[in-house]
């Protein structure tokens, strides 16, 4: 790192020399703006609106102009201002960190200590850890008298330009001033969709993807020029989730469906919640069941087969749960589901003990079963 300014922090009658360093720095991918018919560079000339002849850098001033009068101010006169000479970060006071809104922090720079003895470097660092407070300086930069809080980072003292409290706009929004009722199971379900996403910050973990895709755009550029296809690069573009969320209930519940990691959806509340999504117990195995003393009387060979296709699903909490498909299907002829959630331990009730039953009394099947009836007697 290279040292953009030198100077000393005044920490009452103690002075602590220090050089300054910008602690952040800029990875953007730098562009350049070409002519698009041939790709000529584009340049910009200081070009004077009275001679029309192009200016050097120097022999260009400042001015300020006001009621059509234009006050020119030369580089040494504005060297001249007091506080532009001064290279002093003067301590003024010594606050709770918590008092600065982080709104109106800047830019920050490191400071390391300037002279032979960082002694004075260190008294002042030990302070700042023994009080757990900022404080707040002021000092010039740049062709600016700025305000400052200097704290602690990692052992080193750290500068933090600060906004002056006129720079920082008031959140005066008319939309705001209206009152809205918020439910409890609205903020019951936010709440559940912040403590799912909640973590420890680590900004390692994060990428800025847009850098990342346009090195990608630039590099397949280069390969394959203009017959480039951002499509076949970048892949199809997801459909945007820019509309107005119209039920906020369902936003919440899907997003929390989401985080969860597609599983069952979040019940609607306690109250809401079903019978059906209690426990059921297991079913029984095999094709035939019996209701009211009847061994399966009038079934037929169709509903047999049909009994024999029941599928069994098994849900998330380990209950089974039965569907059997009706073979008599009483009238109706559709498919009536069987439950087992009979807390009793009876047996499940069967959709082939239908009223259907007596209209099989014919054929070859019904009087072998009243055969086996008469033996087993």
Known sequence: MRAIWKGAIAFGLVNVPVKVYSATEDHDISLHQVHNADGGRIRYQRRCEVCSEVVDYSDIEKAYEADGRTVILTKEELKAIPAENSHEIEVVQFVPSDQLDPIMFEKSYYLEPDSKSPKAYMLLRRALEDTERVAVVQFALRDKTRLGALRIRDDVLMLQALLWADEVRE?????LDTSMRISAQEREMSAALVESMASDFEPEQFTDDYQAQLRQLIEAKLEKGD?????????AEAEGGNGEVIDLMEALKRSLDKKRGGGAAAPESPEEESADDEPAEPAKRGGRSTSGGRAGSGRSSAAKK????????????????????TAGAAKTGTASKTSTASKAGTASKTSTASKSGTASKTGTAAKSTAKTARKGA
Request: proline share 3%; aromatic share 6%; hydrophobic share 30%.
């Open 306 to 325: 049909d009994a024999a296709d029941s599928d069994a699903e098994t849900a998330k909490s380990g209950t089974a749960r039965t569907r059997s498909k």
């Open 171 to 175: 959140a005066a929004f008319p939309s």
């Open 227 to 235: 017959a480039l296809d951002t499509e076949e690069t970048f892949g």
